[in-house]
């Protein structure tokens, strides 16, 4: 069984992580969403609603399984037997900050294999620390983020 994690901190979840996700489904046979809990940054939502926000958009596809960790992500991957790492790379700077990671991840976890898949070209400035920023100033973001997860904002 081909089982891939999809980490990052979706905070909030936008179209673009969505887009990544979906085209990934047909690669492997099960996929997480791996919702990191990062110890140095203030979440704009509580870990819990991020869950269920991503179960929201997620619901109708059974591949796709929810959880939240802490930790190394490698360590998470060992976890639930995950042999890929998914990365959605948007722009030049994304793909030399992932490939050093990927490259660190190789050195810790041979095993684990990372994915890049390359945004398409109408995502690529989709990021969710813009989304943060314009919902910060009540800005509407209905056009970067999943109908299903609008609620959750």
Known sequence: MKIALFPG???PVTKAHV????????L???IYIGIGANSTKQGFLSVGK????????????PKIHIAA???LT?????????????????TVSDF?????????????APEIESIFIVSKPGYSSISSTIVREILKY?????????????SFL
């Not at 887009?19 to 047909?26: F, L, N, Q, T, W």
């Open 28 to 30: 492997f046979d099960k």
């Open 69 to 71: 960790y802490e930790g």
């Open 96 to 108: 030399e900050y992932e490939k050093a990671i990927a490259q660190m991840n190789h050195a810790l």
């Open 19 to 26: 887009d990544i996700v979906e085209r990934s489904i047909g």
């Open 138 to 150: 009540n800005g509407d973001v209905s056009q970067f983020i999943p109908k299903a997860a609008l």
């Open 9 to 11: 901190s979706f905070d």
């Open 74 to 90: 490698i360590d998470f991957c060992r976890s639930i037997n995950a042999a890929y790492m998914i990365r959605g790379i948007r």
């Open 50 to 61: 991020r869950e269920e926000m991503l179960r929201a958009v997620f619901a109708h596809e």
